[in-house]
């Protein structure tokens, strides 16, 4: 036989193959009954597509637009919009792996009540130096890069809360640091990268000296004793949930009051009433802004830093309920946070931005809005645990940038949040620049280029 007759017959035997295992997975495999795209339904070469270009979750809503609050998105694999899903999928009782729940009830310690109120000092630190740094910058070029600089500030904050050292990013006048860039631009890599961060970040990471008060604090148990690799390998997520999560909401939040202009000016006006000096903004007092509040609250729905749904693997005997039907064993589940908030059985007018949905006495319109569903830290044992930490820190730096600042778009044209691109569990975005202005600091109310 000739090598053209060979490749013939291999190329046929993999077609036939490939279609019988795409018609399988219409007609014969446990999910067929539930509905979504064909291509997605037979093979999963389209949901990888999608995730490669970044545009996963903005087809995932659409699919739910199109076919309803569960869809089949891969021929294993239904995602979900409906708030009675989170428990059934991630809340407790659900699976989780013995190593992880060692991890979680280690790293609890670090996060909890208690704990979270001892740094105070450290997000106050960092929440003027931003300001401080910013007025600087500002004063020398009007036009500033605020998914930058909130990237800076939040990737010290954390170096120092979790290491005891910062990465230098705001004082050296908004200069990134090398483990900053390996995230914001190639964070589609991090899962190779991982392992190789630890050999080449530098001392930052690599000094057990340098692990502060973070590591003594978790190392008080020896029974429950993480070593010094267990400690490298989970910097990296230190690093990416407690920085550019909340970095990225910040830049969110100030893009969308940027565009509703009377929105900023009620959150500006409530900030700005309620305190008279800086040296009152506290990550105390900031808890009584509740239109501020409103505002972070709708900016998590309309731009969740994590987008994605985190898939679960239904490992009851003979399958569970989620959501009120029947799941067959073995089926990956999900809720897309983008795309269960921006559903229009969720939420009235689910493209709008407006924080008065989140009031206490809402407009009439928003009664029905199902405000359950909104879980952007996630539910169950592998919930986040930083969400006590990650609400103090954006309260305090939105209520210090409200304060000291008016801001505008550089180009106001710009539809930034339609050209974005969403990858694991990290919405990577294009910086946008805003147009800063200082404030005078004995009155924040009168503002000059």
Excluded at 129 to 149: C, H, I, N, T, Y
Excluded at 394 to 412: C, I, S, T
Aim: with cysteine.
């Amino acid at each position: 036989m000739g090598f053209l007759e060979t490749v013939a017959i291999l190329t046929a035997t993999w077609l036939i193959a490939t279609l019988t295992y795409g018609l399988y997975n219409l007609t014969l495999h446990p999910l067929r009954r539930y509905p979504g795209p064909p291509l997605y339904a037979a093979y999963r070469l389209s949901y990888v597509i999608a995730n490669i270009r970044g545009k996963l979750p903005f087809e995932v809503l659409d699919m739910h637009r199109k076919y309803g609050p569960v869809v089949r998105i891969a021929p294993n694999e239904l995602a979900f919009t409906e708030p009675a899903a989170w428990n059934d999928i991630y809340g407790p009782g659900t699976a989780t792996d013995a190593a992880h729940a060692r991890l979680r009830r280690i790293y609890r310690q670090a996060f909890t009540p208690k704990a979270i109120e001892g740094p105070g000092g450290m997000l106050l630190k960092y929440a003027d130096l931003l300001v401080e740094q910013l007025k600087v910058s500002a004063g020398r070029e009007p036009v500033q890069d605020m998914s930058a600089w909130f990237n800076y500030a939040m990737f010290d904050l954390t170096g120092d809360f979790s290491f005891g050292e910062t990465f230098h990013c705001l004082d050296s006048g908004g200069k990134s640091h090398f483990s900053l860039d390996t995230v914001l631009e190639r964070y589609k890599l991090l899962t190779i990268l991982s392992p190789l961060l630890a050999l080449f970040a530098g001392d930052e990471l690599k000094k057990a000296e340098m692990m502060g008060r973070y590591t003594k604090e978790l190392n008080k148990k020896k029974e429950d004793q993480l070593n010094n690799p267990e400690l490298y390998e989970n910097a990296l997520t230190l690093v990416v949930a407690g920085s550019e999560t909340t970095g990225t909401l910040l830049s969110g939040v100030v893009y969308f009051l940027c565009k509703h202009p009377d929105v900023l000016e009620k959150v500006q006006e409530e900030v700005r009433a309620a305190f008279k000096r800086d040296e009152e903004i506290t990550p105390t007092s900031v808890n009584g802004l509740e239109y501020m509040v409103a505002v972070l609250s709708e900016t998590m729905r309309v731009f969740p830093p994590a987008g994605f749904g985190f898939p679960r693997i239904i490992s009851s005997k003979g399958g569970q309920s989620v959501a009120g039907g029947w799941v067959p064993e073995q089926t990956r589940c999900s809720i897309f946070h983008h795309a269960a908030y921006r559903y229009e059985d969720n939420f009235a007018r689910p493209e709008d931005f407006i924080p008065e949905r989140w009031l206490v006495g809402a407009p009439a319109e928003f009664k029905d809005d199902k405000k359950e569903v909104l879980q952007p830290f996630m539910v169950g044992p592998r919930g986040c645990i930083g969400k006590g930490l990650a609400y103090v820190e954006m309260r305090l730096f939105l209520a210090k940038m409200l304060w000291h600042f008016d801001f505008e778009l550089a180009d106001p044209t710009q539809q930034w949040h339609e050209r974005l691109r969403a990858y694991l569990a990290s919405t990577a975005i294009k910086c946008e620049r805003l147009q800063q202005r200082q404030c005078e600091q004995s009155n924040p109310a009168v503002c000059t280029l």
